[in-house]
Structures are given as structure tokens and as C-alpha cells.
């Protein structure tokens, strides 16, 4: 592996020296340093950096704003916060904000060094888990909608979610965490989900709420059916599901921007229905 | 659901907001609305998990939509609501939910985590949160129109 390019964010000129010392010892290449909220971007763009250490406090900002603003201008910004304090709330909105890893003060020169070459490094649960999760998901639908109608279920795999997709009438969302987060996305048209519900109710559906429940039950076992399979595969997943949020609409279009989703269309006996997933990479230092 | 819920998120939002190019946050109506709701323009789904589960919804109109992701983006002109448009809006979701899960923190709600935004963008439509009722929130943020509503449980156990 070359050598890392980092850049440094701090106010302090001595820790910012210290840090390059111990960065460069460890074979690193420290190719840029900002000492504020306003030379951050532009230092960033310029110096196109692996690795972004960043401190929490400074004056007249903290390392949450800064990180923020980085990972606005570019969601794939690998930044390591520095702090003094340990706490958890603090590692946990870090996380969620979407900021890779998280050093105590003083620093360990040998553990950051760890951290960015664990960020840097390709993650192989998370390479195995978007290789396989299409699949399970997949094999859930089909299990299910077998299981509940007795009618056959075949895929046709869609290559690309990149840019948008317009819904056939009822998508579902449900939301997934654990080790790495994730979506779900079912899609189907109002007319499939009421040819479904006859099926199971053995009458027509009174009206559009049961057919919309129906859904949100079926994209629900779904989404906990694979689930639970992925957690089997690999207990360290931990996933778990939110409940469904169904959206009802003649023509809207679902994006997920900044998540890459796996889609694949299920043939079924009641016209097609999108099946979507996709996670996000973890954070390689909390781990 | 109580309706007190709503506070960590009115802090995120008044929080978070400034931090990425807005002058003033505004709190306008709040009310209690049933879990079905009716949406006209971008809507981002964000799922919550942990002692609370459910969504949050962040609403705006289109042409709002195209106003803050400008904003966003330091004034730059965004005449089609695209890729990157999308991004900076789903990115705001996603920044003051991380946030509201630390205003949860601070009044003894701990461990929540959320999932990723999923963005909804039509016309007439409507959205259904797995919850008996929402709390729906109404921000004027530098001028622009946004409606949020939350739809949480907590969860027993």
C-alpha cells in the first residue's frame, strides 16, 4: 500500500506538529493542514486527502461542524475525530454522522496508525454481506409469497439503482441497523398488493388501508426473515428492523443518494415486484 | 404518543441547521396528526431503531427543495432537483436525525441509531408511519417551508 495522504485539523500548531510526527514516523504523508472552519474545504479539495484526523474542539467551531461540512462536500470523506474526552454519546453521533473512526488524547501513535490502515483496508464482512444480502432478501420474498399464495416466484436482477426509480404504486421503506445500516425497499402496484390480499383474506380487500397493511406485514416478514438469515450467516451483523413506512402514490420516484441499492424484480403471478437493499460501509475503528 | 418526543428533534433542527448554511430556524405550527399524512414534493424517510422505533419524515415542496439544497451548496444554482440536490437534502436528513438521537440521549433515551435516507419525490401522494399517531412540525428555515412529522413508539422491554 502507498503511503496514506492525511490531513490534519486542529487549532493547536503543537498537537497539529506532534500529530504530523507521528504520522510520518508511521509512514504516512501529511499533505495538508487546516487550523479553522474556514480554510477546511478549501484545504481539503486541494490536498485530496486519505484520511482527515480532526480535533473536537476548537474555537468558534467544533470537529462535529467541521465534519460535517467535509462530509457535505464530499459524503466520502474518511475522517478520524481526536478527542480528549470518552464518551459514548459522542463515538455514537460520530457514527451516525457517518465519520469513520475515533482516537482518545493523547494519542497512540501505534493505535491511530491501526485505525487508518483499517479504514484504508477493504472490509471483508461488508464485502460479504453485500454479496449475499440480494440473495437472502430475495429468498425471503419468494419463500413468502410462495409460502402465503402457493404460486411461483422467479427474479430478474435489476443492474442499476443509480439514479431513480419510479414506483409502480405502494413502496415500502424499512430501515435497518447493526453493524452496518441499511434499507429496504418494496415496491408494487396497487393492483398486485389487492390480488394478493384476495388471496389471503379469500375476499376482496374493503379497502385501500387493508391493502396498504397487507404491504407493510409482507415487507415487515421480509425484511426480518432475511435478516435473521444474515444474522445466522454472521452473528457480529447484529441487524435489526424498523418498523415499515409505506408511501402511496400514482408516479413518484424513490432515490437513495447516498446508499447504493441492490435491486431485483420478483415475477410473480401478480406483475413484479421491486425488491431493494442496500447497506452502508461501518465504521472500521469501532469494531 | 407523547408529544414531548418532539423536542430533541426541535433542538437538532435549531442545532444542526445553522451549522450548514442557514441564518434562522423557525418553529411554526405543531400538532397531532394521525399516522396517515398527505405529501406534495420531496419527502425523506429516515427509520429509527432502539427504545423508540419508528420514522421521521422531513417534507418540503419542490421548488423548496431545489431553494435548500442550493443553500446548501453555497448558493449555487440548482434549477433541476438531481443527483447532487438529492444528496445535500438526503445528507440534512441524515445529519439532524444523528443529532436528534443525541438530544434523545441527553433526556435518558439512549441507544437509538437510524438508517439511512430513502427519498420519496411525487405528487399527491401519501405516506403512512407505523405509528397510531404523529406529532407534525412545521420549520420556516431562512424563509423556506419544511414539514417533519414524527411518528415514534417506544418500544417496551
Known amino acids: 500500500m502507498s503511503a ?13 506538529t506532534l500529530l504530523a510526527e507521528t504520522l510520518q514516523l508511521g509512514g504516512c504523508e501529511v499533505v495538508g493542514e487546516a487550523d479553522s472552519f474556514d480554510s477546511l474545504i478549501e484545504t481539503y479539495n486541494n490536498c485530496k486527502p486519505d484520511i482527515v484526523t480532526m480535533d473536537i474542539v476548537m474555537p468558534g467551531t467544533d470537529g462535529f461542524e467541521c465534519s460535517r461540512a467535509l462530509l457535505m462536500n464530499d459524503p ?5 475525530l481526536v478527542s480528549s474526552m470518552k464518551d459514548e454519546e459522542t463515538e455514537a453521533e460520530a457514527r451516525r454522522i457517518g465519520i469513520a473512526g475515533y482516537v482518545q488524547k493523547p494519542i497512540d501513535g501505534e493505535y491511530l496508525l491501526n485505525i487508518i490502515k483499517n479504514i484504508l483496508s477493504p472490509d471483508t464482512l461488508y464485502e460479504e454481506l453485500i454479496e449475499s444480502a440480494p440473495g437472502i432478501f430475495n429468498e425471503a420474498l419468494s419463500q413468502n409469497i410462495t409460502r402465503m399464495t402457493k404460486t411461483p416466484v422467479s427474479f430478474e436482477s435489476m443492474d442499476t ?37 384476495e388471496i389471503l383474506l379469500h375476499r376482496p380487500s374493503k379497502n385501500h388501508e387493508e391493502v396498504l397493511a397487507m404491504v407493510a406485514e409482507l415487507a415487515n416478514i421480509i425484511a426480518g426473515v432475511a435478516c435473521s438469515m444474515l444474522n445466522k450467516k454472521d452473528k457480529s451483523y447484529s441487524l435489526r428492523v424498523s418498523p415499515p413506512s409505506v408511501f402511496f402514490s400514482s408516479n413518484s420516484e424513490i432515490a437513495s443518494p447516498n446508499l447504493k441499492i441492490q435491486a431485483s424484480y420478483a415475477q410473480t403471478t401478480f406483475g413484479s415486484i421491486f425488491l431493494g437493499i442496500g447497506f452502508k460501509k461501518g465504521a472500521a475503528s469501532w469494531i | 404518543m407523547d408529544i414531548n418526543l ?48 419508528g420514522a421521521i419524515l422531513i417534507g418540503m415542496s419542490l421548488d423548496s427543495a431545489k431553494e435548500f439544497a442550493s443553500k446548501m451548496m453555497m448558493g449555487m444554482p440548482v434549477t433541476d432537483f438531481d ?21 434523545f440521549s441527553k433526556v435518558g433515551i439512549d441507544g437509538l441509531d437510524i438508517s439511512p435516507p430513502v427519498l420519496l419525490i411525487g405528487h399527491n401522494g401519501q405516506a403512512t408511519l407505523p405509528v397510531p399517531q404523529t406529532i407534525a412540525v412545521q420549520f420556516l428555515v431562512d424563509g ?14
Open chain 1, 161 to 197: 439503482f443509480d439514479d431513480t426509480y419510479v414506483s409502480q404504486g405502494i413502496t415500502t421503506v424499512i430501515g435497518i441497523i447493526g453493524r452496518y445500516s441499511g434499507s429496504m425497499i418494496l415496491d408494487l402496484s396497487s393492483e398486485a398488493a389487492e390480488q394478493i390480499v
Open chain 2, 83 to 103: 443527483s447532487l440536490a438529492q444528496s445535500a437534502i438526503s445528507e440534512m436528513g441524515n445529519m439532524v436525525c444523528a443529532n436528534a438521537c443525541t438530544q
Open chain 1, 4 to 16: 496514506a495522504k492525511v490531513m490534519i485539523v486542529d487549532d493547536s500548531f503543537f498537537s497539529r
Open chain 2, 6 to 53: 418532539i423536542n430533541p428533534l426541535i433542538l437538532s433542527f435549531i442545532d444542526i441547521l445553522p451549522q450548514i448554511g442557514f441564518q434562522s430556524v423557525e418553529r411554526k405550527g405543531l400538532s397531532l396528526v394521525a399516522s396517515t399524512l398527505d405529501y406534495d414534493g420531496v419527502l425523506v424517510n429516515i427509520s429509527l431503531v432502539g427504545v423508540l422505533k
Open chain 2, 144 to 157: 423556506i417551508e419544511i414539514n417533519v412529522y414524527v411518528g415514534l413508539i417506544e418500544v417496551n422491554g
Open chain 1, 76 to 80: 466520502s470523506a474518511k475522517i478520524i
